[in-house]
T-cell receptor
């Protein structure tokens, strides 16, 4: 049972435009959400996170939006740059349980 | 030097062989995790440990065992490797109560 789902395996965006990566979850107990970025031959690296008490968190070009009623979060990257080409994983956790549950990942390609 | 180091980085082994993947960290984190990544399935939790005396099964622990030899070291063993354990394996660490996890560079394991 996939509790965290990223339904788009891949996404292609032109350089300078906005990239929007989506993530859905089924467990209403999740109270913290994170996005990780992964380059080939490297481990995932933390990008940005959001607590369930917020609906938006921004860090430079990256913004995460959380819609609790829809159990949906999204990552916006603007403007997109070639170095943003990577696989992006959405993750969720119940803070008391201390475990991260990951989605399947979305491969983002930024085209010049 | 990487804060979370996995050895080996690549390994090919035969069906039925015992193999150990090692993880060491210099971050001083108490929590350590083993994940595997498969195409289309994202990162799935195998085992996790909150300290040397605390070991917990994740969602896909069958066929695996772990050992937390010290706070800084967490090993994953495949007692009798099988081909469907071919995957990319990641070790991760966290410091409670922070939510961000830090990953190693991964071990690519192929069972033939």
């Amino acid at each position: 049972d996939q509790q965290v789902k990223q339904n788009s395996p891949s996404l292609s965006v032109q350089e300078g435009r906005i990239s929007i990566l989506n993530c859905d979850y089924t467990n209403s107990m999740f109270d913290y959400f994170l996005w990780y970025k992964k380059y080939p031959a490297e481990g995932p690296t933390f990008l940005i996170s959001i607590s369930s008490i917020k609906d938006k968190n921004e860090d430079g070009r990256f913004t995460v939006f959380l819609n609790k009623s829809a159990k949906h979060l999204s990552l916006h990257i603007v403007p997109s740059q070639p170095g943003d080409s990577a696989v992006y994983f959405c993750a969720a956790m119940i803070q008391g349980a201390q475990k991260l549950v990951f989605g399947q990942g979305t491969r983002l390609t930024i085209n010049p | 030097d990487a804060d979370v180091t996995q050895t080996p980085r690549n390994r090919i082994t035969k069906t039925g062989k015992r193999i150990m993947l090692e993880c060491s960290q210099t971050k001083g984190h108490d929590r350590m995790y083993w994940y595997r990544q498969d195409p289309g399935l994202g990162l799935r939790l195998i085992y996790y440990s909150f300290d040397v005396k605390d070991i917990n099964k994740g969602e896909i622990s069958d066929g695996y065992s772990v050992s937390r030899q010290a706070q800084a070291k967490f090993s994953l063993s495949l007692e009798s490797a099988i081909p469907n354990q071919t995957a990319l394996y990641f070790c991760a660490t966290r410091r409670s109560p922070n939510t961000e996890a830090f990953f190693g560079q991964g071990t690519r394991l192929t069972v033939v």
